[in-house]
């Protein structure tokens, strides 16, 4: 259970916001004639769990057809992976419904990517509307999960901001050729939602390249050591960000639809 609530908070990232609104696009499968987000470069391989967001709509429309969307599905496992896994709760605003498009474009720009500077994440965070300070709360969502070692490798073996015996330990398990799929965690508990992950920062065990951003010297870094010390206070910023994200230019009243089908337009 726990599992499979871990792959489906991989929607959180990257998708649920930073594409043109939470409206559940990136559940589109690519047909002879159209093509989704799940090939964007930021998702490919990466995402994870459509089968268990398939299994909830499923059990929904034999219940309630036509009711609830699939971006209210993905807003709702969202919100209950985190408190699954320790985390805070929030309230969740039902009532989006879902797009009859997607954008690959879109989704390959709006997406930061893990090679990302501080200044770029300020930035591409502030174009949601977001604060500096949301950023690093909403990062803190890498206290779970994990990532891949194409995504990492080049940290290990180019970078200087990284711990030591933690860049050892990743070397095996990610070498500089092959092994590109293989996954590490994102913090050393990465099934707790925990504050763990601003600590690891603080001992430069940061996994991806934009994490140890957030703690390197910038402007950020009074950030990461005030949640690092202050469970709480994370929890509480992490959460209202999360009500923030959810509320990104849903489509409501007649625009878009409730997908039958998560995977297809009706
Ligand atoms: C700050 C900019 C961010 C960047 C550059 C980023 C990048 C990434 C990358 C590259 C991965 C690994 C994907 C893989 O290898 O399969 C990942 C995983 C993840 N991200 Fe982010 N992310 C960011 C922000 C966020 C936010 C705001 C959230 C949620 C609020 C989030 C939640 C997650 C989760 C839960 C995972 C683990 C997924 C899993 O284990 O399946 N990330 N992120
Ligand atoms: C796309 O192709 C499907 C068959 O694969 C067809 O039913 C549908 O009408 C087509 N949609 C458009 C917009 O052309
Ligand atoms: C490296 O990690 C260890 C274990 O967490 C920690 O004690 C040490 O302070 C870290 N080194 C640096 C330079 O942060």
Known sequence: ????????????????????????????????????????????????????IDTI???????????????????????????ALGGPSWKVVFGRRDSTTASLSAAN????????SLGALISSFSSK??????????????TIGQAKCSVFRNRLYNENNINSSFATSLRAKCPSNGGNNNLSPLDASPTSFDNRYFNDLISQRGLLHSDQELFNGGSTNAQVRIYASNQATFSRDFANAMVKMGNLSPLTGSNGQVRTNCRRTN
Do not use: W, Y
Request: charged share 15%; glycine share 6%.
């Open 109 to 116: 720009s709006n997406i930061p990517s893990p090679a990302s």
């Open 57 to 83: 709509k499923t059990q929904l429309e034999r219940m309630c057809p036509g009711v609830v969307s699939c971006s209210d599905i993905l807003s709702a496992v969202t919100r209950d992976s985190v408190v």
């Open 1 to 52: 259970m726990i599992a499979l609530l871990m792959q489906v908070s991989n929607f959180l990232s990257i998708l649920l916001s930073f594409r043109i609104g939470c409206d559940a696009s990136v559940l589109l499968d690519d047909t002879a004639n159209f093509t989704g987000e799940k090939t964007a470069g930021a998702n490919s391989n990466s995402l994870r769990g459509f089968n268990v």
């Open 129 to 142: 509307g977001f604060t500096a300070n949301e950023m690093v709360a909403l990062s803190g969502a890498h």
